[in-house]
């Protein structure tokens, strides 16, 4: 999406429409040429991996955008240490390949393997993550290099913990992840198991699911009344993964389903009949395949693919996070508070929201789950008309369950509010910012409104 098309994200509003200039490093020297600052560069500088956070933390109305997507090397697996060096640009999906090719796996299981691995680093991403052991991509990074505002390479290790836990989730604020080294393990088979449950159902056992070694992944139909849930362990006895499956269920959920609904969304022009086809067919997908299909997996086989077509559909999407503790009865508020949208506003959702487990994880600064378990909850939509009123219903609603938002997927969220919720990891943040870039050379407008 050009930047020029700024989103509405967050209650601000850019000024200028002069528009970005792009710039394409492809090594190192590149990198630190474009960060040097008598490089004569459009300022501010934001990085970009694939462009797939649903705000503006990785575009600005002018100044520069930095794609990483040239950066593509994987410099070096570690079969003997299980580690993994690689360059920013790196998409998930071939990283996964690469590793699998060496009978390694990421630690945890993530979705839309288009994104890059400096974009997984700098902003949340999480998936279905069986057990504690680390929320996010990001947890799992033991080094790295950037470069920094100023055109200086910056190494990292392991033994900088304290600047290791800022870098991570850092949004591209304290600069450019060029290089990073991650934890990866030998390739380990779950079971996974899926059942259809009501919404009441499921509030009267989220936070046992939310506390145990588990991994759970769920679609909700709110309309329905009911959710689908992915629920994934490791057993002695596990069964065979095999990767088809996966395949099918990846293509049928994020090829197929998305174009259906947004045919339908043309073709049929009454709102009721339309909606109870839709709901219809995100059902029948759900029952194909989940619960028939897939019953054993492993990290390098269970992930979804970009599907080009389809990622254009559904390119509206907006992520809050919610204590588990409480979930049981944020369930239930949401089902109620998209009912009575849709009968106050004629606007809702035509894809299932999708909700993740989040264990608790400090390992980053601006973790959005660094005291508790939360749940993360994504709703989606193919429909452009109503969308941005439907955000800013949402960020109220999430305002009021003490929802934790995301820089990079909270539509609509407000800067005093995300300042409320990080508090003084925010300050702190900020004042790490500001040390390792005073002159604000990759500070969009959309951040500073966090008071960074
Ligand atoms: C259809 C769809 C489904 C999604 N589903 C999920 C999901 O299930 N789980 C999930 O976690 N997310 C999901 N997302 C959100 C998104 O994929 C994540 O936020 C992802 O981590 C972003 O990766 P990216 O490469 O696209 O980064 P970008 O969006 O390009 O950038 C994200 C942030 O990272 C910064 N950044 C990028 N590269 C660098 C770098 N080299 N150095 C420093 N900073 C950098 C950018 O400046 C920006 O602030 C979804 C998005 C879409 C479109």
Redesign the pocket.
């Known amino acids: 999406m050009p930047a020029t098309t700024l989103q509405k994200t967050g209650r601000y509003r850019g000024l200028g429409h002069t528009g970005p200039i792009d710039l394409r490093p492809t090594d190192l020297n590149k990198l630190k040429r474009y960060l040097e600052p008598n490089a004569n560069i459009a300022l501010p500088i ?9 705000t503006d ?3 600005c109305v002018s100044g520069s955008i ?1 794609h ?1 997507a040239g ?1 593509d090397r994987i410099t070096k697996i570690d079969s003997y240490n299980h580690t993994v060096t690689a360059q ?2 790196v ?1 998930l999906g071939r990283l996964v390949d690469e590793l699998a090719k060496q009978g390694l796996e990421l630690i945890g299981a ?3 393997q ?14 279905p993550v069986i057990g504690n052991q680390g929320a ?2 990001s947890s799992h990074v033991i080094a790295m290099k ?1 470069v920094t505002a100023s055109g200086q390479l910056l190494n990292v290790g392991p033994q900088q913990q304290n600047l290791l836990s800022a870098l991570r989730l ?9 290089e990073a080294t991650l934890r990866v393990r030998p390739i380990r088979t779950f079971s996974a198991s899926h059942r259809r449950i009501s919404i009441d159902k499921f509030a009267s056992v989220v936070d046992t699911l939310a506390n145990g070694d588990i991994g759970f992944k769920f679609y909700m139909l709110p309309h329905r009344d009911c959710i689908y849930l992915d629920l994934r362990r490791y057993d002695a006895e596990p069964g065979n993964a095999f990767g088809v499956p996966w395949k099918i269920k990846d293509w049928g959920e ?1 090829a197929v389903l998305p174009n259906v609904v947004k045919s339908l969304n043309r073709l049929v022009p009454f709102p009721s009949v339309r909606y109870r086809l839709i709901d219809t067919i995100s059902e029948t997908t759900q029952k194909l395949v989940n619960t028939r299909l897939v019953t054993a997996g492993t990290n390098a086989v269970a992930q ?1 693919r970009p599907h080009r077509k ?2 254009k559909s ?2 509206r ?1 907006s ?1 809050w996070c919610f204590p588990a503790a409480n979930f049981a009865m944020i369930a239930i508020a949401y089902r109620d508070f998209c009912e009575s949208l849709y009968e106050q506003s004629g606007f809702r959702c035509d894809m299932p929201t ?1 909700g ?1 487990r989040l264990c608790q994880d400090a390992s980053s600064l601006l973790s959005p789950s660094f005291d508790d378990p939360m749940i ?1 909850l ?1 709703a ?1 939509s193919t429909q452009e008309s109503g969308w941005d009123d439907f955000v800013i219903d949402l960020a109220d609603f999430a305002e009021n369950w003490a929802g934790t938002p ?4 909270s539509r609509a969220l407000q800067g005093d509010y995300a300042h409320q919720v990080y508090g003084s990891r925010l300050d702190f943040f900020g004042r790490m910012r500001r040390r390792l870039d005073p002159e604000n050379r990759l500070l969009s407008p959309f ?1 500073a409104q966090f008071a960074l």
């Open positions: 934001r990085p970009q991996g694939a462009g797939t956070a649903s933390c990785n575009r930095l990483t950066l920013a640009g998409r993530y979705d839309l288009g994104r890059t691995l400096g974009g997984a680093i700098a902003a949340p991403c999480f998936g996010y991509f950037l850092s949004f591209g604020l304290l600069g450019v992840i060029y994020n979804s389809a990622s559904v390119s999407f992520t999708v993740y993360a994504t989606a995301l820089l990079s997927q951040l």
